[in-house]
């Protein structure tokens, strides 16, 4: 037997090393998989970002190119040229990152050749200009043409945005899936080298009577716990093949507050789910039909708590035949598990340390057990040479034994007792007291019994606490007789000590079970109860009392017959009996008679077994459902009286029915007509497009013409001219530029909803720092104070947001007071809205005037006051609100503005 120990111990520890080696090695091996996947992720960003940068240096080559036809500015082609220098760097990035990818590689190539013909088209523009060759109709044709390139190339970068986005998820998939495969393998592996470790040291522990007896009594508790817990399962739902509900636990009713009837017979879309939802788990549950093999899910659920990660084991049933007739399935709430996939990362170096860390202890642990094991080899045969020695047994015995004066002074101790207390024998014999090792509390102990014992002879496990050598408190339980001469006088004691903490752990872990247990059985609404084979309540909370209006102690020891009528009693025994018998569980619907009423209950009965798996009597769980049933009758009789109203209304209705085809014939008509003034509006938009081309070209044509020749008039006749006459020339071109400036922030203020790019996730702090940077001149020359708190990230459209925090910053610089300008820019969340402000120390603003700045040309100061065409705080309006929010203004005169909007907060992931 103790060879068998050895061997146990030995191959644990080798196999716990081996269990922790590999534990590292999958650990470095899926570091290293997420490592690599996040590359790929990176490698995926960086080509979208160059996709980007493709469709951006395109544009600015655009716009480069109608900036240079209408001022003839030298600015433009250089802009132009950057703009093309763009697209190409950006195109020869994305060609190398996507080299691995022929479907995305004939992409670039196609894209390559559309841009080659956008950007001739664009240089045969101004060439065209640039020789003085400018003919009206032919740059609107090579507008048209480029605009239909320009289109073709963004319908190519749309797709290989699509694809790329599409390996992204994917990647991103690939990485969560490592997430997960490092947690498993790490926590397996050390929970399975503990469980060794832990099974080895206890080999090495031999076991006492009352340990034994504590974990036997430990186990049944855990037992009754364990039978008690399994009744409150997770949720359990059943579907056919017509993913129609068959079956739904009421555990669903506790987690979700929705009654289990409200899904029975339904689809997953008649259940009121999001369209997203239901469509996901139908497909779910779809696959385990088709494919007959189990399917493990996760999807987000709206509950009235908030949302929750769910996780679902859908398994197939199979009929006799082998084809699927429906599914189970088993959902929990995995929300703090996903919560601690996010700390893997950051623990996986720590984890890794720690790893070497304890390998090397359990090297050093091993060695060490080695050495203790050879030395008990070596005991084991000195014991076998002397067994017929009386004092090497007295040394080596298995507990501690001592002999004291009386005195209380130790004159005999084995070793066993040394080492327990962790001191020599030198430092023992004839030096210290039994009383000298004792705590406080125990030492009052002794002084009272130790007397008595003297006059007695005997005492019988008495318990001690003792201070080690070393500090560490030992519980000991202490058997001793009296040893006395022949006149009866005491001379000394003979005492055996045990060390009794692995007692007091094995009774401390029983209470913490039994608390445990008591806790569920009375935080509990459900009536909750255990019998015995001979039918008498064991255990009852204090539901199953209040229930019979008596208490928890007067139904213990009792059976049924003595605490239910005869008829009701026999029905209980009845079911027990069949529990014990199949040892199978029951759950069916029970009348209780009480004075004046009936009470309905939904029981759940199952075995109870002990820690050998003997059924040892019944386990019981009812719920009072006489509201529920209630409920139904009440439902009943008004669906009776609804058949009656139906009856009655579909008369009603078959009169109405002819009234109602002549009103479906009137509204045909007007759908008609609503459709012709659809049309009507859709050609009034294309024409208010073609408006705003000609205003970006044609009509600023005669104002730069009037500003030209005027400027060259005054130029060619300025000494005929008198001062009144340049006066009017002057007033001439400035209105001109007015006109001009106007005709610009007009088609800018168009442009917002005509024009605006798709809404993506924005990093505010960005667009905030792109306004600042147009706005360097401005705040330098009036030596602005700009400041701004962290900016979260929105969906916007970035540019936009961007020409948003110029014209708030602009204002806030230009309507300045003495004192240098003082900004400040902050963002907080507000329900589901971001909240963003713009507090300024300026002139200020009169209340009356708070609504009407936001009007298109609506000025409260005269043009030599303050220059500009009063267009740019009803541009932020309109930009505000395209993304859905407000804008509003506070102020007082004299003291400064703070202007407000609100974006939404959406799911940026």
């Not at 590359?39 to 240079?68: C, F, M, P």
């Not at 195109?91 to 196609?110: F, M, S």
Request: hydrophobic residues 40%; charged residues 25%; neutral net charge.
């Amino acid at each position: 037997m103790k060879n068998l120990s050895e061997k146990l111990v030995a191959g644990g520890f080798s196999l716990a090393l081996l269990l922790l080696t590999g534990v590292g090695t999958a650990s470095y091996l899926n570091v290293q998989r997420l490592i690599e996947n996040k590359q790929w992720v990176e490698h995926t960003r960086q080509v979208l970002e160059n996709l980007d940068e493709i469709s951006d240096g395109l544009k600015d080559a655009q716009g480069a190119r109608r900036g240079y036809i209408l001022t003839r500015e030298a600015i433009f082609i250089k802009t132009y040229q950057t703009g093309m220098k763009k697209t190409q760097k950006a195109l020869e990035a994305v060609r190398k990152l996507t080299i691995d990818n022929p479907r995305q590689q004939r992409r670039i190539d196609e894209i390559e050749a559309l841009i080659s013909k956008r950007l001739a088209v664009l240089q045969q523009s101004i060439e065209s200009v640039q020789q003085n060759k400018y003919d009206r109709q032919n740059q609107i044709d090579l507008t048209n043409q480029g605009e239909n390139l320009q289109q073709e190339v963004q319908g190519k970068l749309a797709a290989m945005d699509k694809e790329e986005r599409s390996l992204l998820q994917q990647r991103s998939a690939a990485t969560d899936a490592s997430v997960k495969n490092t947690i498993f393998v790490v926590g397996l592996g050390y929970s399975l080298s503990f469980v060794l470790l832990f099974g080895v040291y206890f080999l090495l522990k031999k076991q006492i009577s009352d340990r034994t007896n504590a974990e036997l009594s430990l186990q049944r508790s855990q037992s009754e716990l364990k039978t008690l817990l399994e009744n409150s399962p997770d949720i359990i739902i059943r579907v056919d093949r017509e993913l129609r509900h068959t079956y739904v636990n009421s555990a669903l009713e506790r987690e979700a507050g929705i009654p289990p009837t409200a899904f029975l017979g339904k689809t997953f879309s008649e259940l009121g789910l999001p369209a997203e939802l239901a469509e996901f788990l139908q497909a779910s549950y779809q696959k385990v039909f088709a494919t007959g093999e189990m399917n493990v899910v996760e999807f987000n659920y709206p509950s009235a708590k908030g949302v929750k990660l769910i996780q679902s084991l859908i398994a197939p049933e199979f009929a006799a035949d082998g084809s699927v007739v429906s599914t189970l399935s088993i959902s929990r709430d995995i929300t703090p598990l996903k919560q601690a996939q996010l700390a893997l990362e950051r623990a996986n170096e720590e984890l890794e340390r720690r790893v070497e860390e304890r390998t090397a202890e359990l090297l050093q642990i091993n060695q060490a057990l080695q050495a203790e094991i050879a030395e008990r080899h070596q005991a084991e045969a000195a014991l076998k040479q002397t067994a017929a020695e009386l004092g090497d047994l007295y040394n080596n015995a298995p507990c501690g034994y001592h002999s004291l004066d009386r005195d209380g002074r130790f004159i005999l101790i084995n070793d066993t007792e040394l080492k327990m207390l962790g001191y020599t024998r030198e430092d023992i014999i004839g030096k210290k007291k039994f009383s000298d090792l004792l705590t406080p509390e125990s030492l009052s102990t002794f002084q009272a019994n130790f007397p008595r014992f003297k006059e007695r002879g005997w005492v019988r496990d008495i318990e001690f606490q003792m201070v080690r050598k070393d500090g560490i408190i030992v519980p000991v339980s202490l058997n001793a007789i009296a040893i006395k001469d022949p006149d009866g006088n005491f001379i000394m004691t003979r005492s055996t000590m045990i060390d009794i903490r692995d007692r007091k752990q094995a009774e401390a872990a029983l209470y913490k079970s039994n608390s445990i247990l008591n806790s569920v059985l009375e935080s509990t609404p459900d009536i909750v109860f255990v019998k015995d084979l001979q039918n008498r309540y064991v255990v009852a909370n204090s539901t199953a009392a209040n229930f019979l209006g008596t208490t928890v102690e007067a139904m213990i020891g009792k059976d049924d017959n003595q605490l239910f009528p005869p008829e009701i009693a026999e029905k209980f025994i009845e079911a027990d009996r069949a529990i014990v018998t199949t040892g199978k569980a029951l759950i069916y619907e029970e009348d209780l008679p009480k004075p004046g009423k009936i009470e309905t209950l939904l029981t759940v009965k199952c075995p109870w077994r002990d820690g050998e798996g003997n059924i040892i009597g019944a386990i019981g769980i009812s719920r009072d459902i006489s509201a529920l049933k209630q409920a139904e009758a009440a439902l009943k009789q008004a669906r009776d009286r609804l058949e009656i109203r139906v009856q009655e209304r579909t008369k009603e209705l078959s009169e109405a029915n002819a009234a109602l085809q002549v009103e479906i014939a009137e509204r045909r008509q007007a759908e008609r007509k609503l459709e012709q003034l659809t049309l009507d509006l859709q050609r009034s938009n294309q024409e208010l497009e073609q408006f705003a081309y000609l205003a970006s070209h044609d009509l600023q044509e005669p104002l730069r013409a009037v500003t030209g020749y005027t400027e060259l008039l005054a130029q060619e006749y300025e000494r005929h001219l008198d001062e009144t006459a340049k006066e009017y020339m002057g007033y001439i071109v400035d209105g001109a530029t007015r006109m001009r400036q106007l005709i610009q922030d007009l088609l800018s203020y168009s442009r917002v909803g005509t024009r605006g790019k798709p809404f993506v996730p924005t990093d505010c702090n960005e667009a905030l720092r792109q306004a600042l940077n147009d706005l360097l001149l401005a705040i330098a020359e009036n030596n602005a104070i700009i400041t701004y708190d962290g900016l979260p990230r929105a969906i916007a459209d970035k540019a936009q947001l961007a020409q948003l925090f110029q014209n708030l910053i602009g204002n806030a610089i230009k309507f300045r007071r003495q004192e240098p300008p003082q900004i400040h820019i902050w963002a907080e969340a507000k329900d589901d809205l971001w909240l963003f402000g713009v507090r300024d120390n300026g002139i200020g603003i009169k209340p009356r005037y708070l609504e009407r700045i936001f009007e298109l040309f609506k000025r409260l100061h005269t043009r030599k006051e303050f220059p500009g065409t009063g267009i740019g705080l009803a541009i932020c309006k309109k930009i505000v609100e395209r993304h859905g929010g407000n804008i509003w203004a506070e102020s007082q005169p004299g003291v400064g503005t703070t202007f407000y909007f609100t974006l939404p907060r959406k799911d940026i992931s």
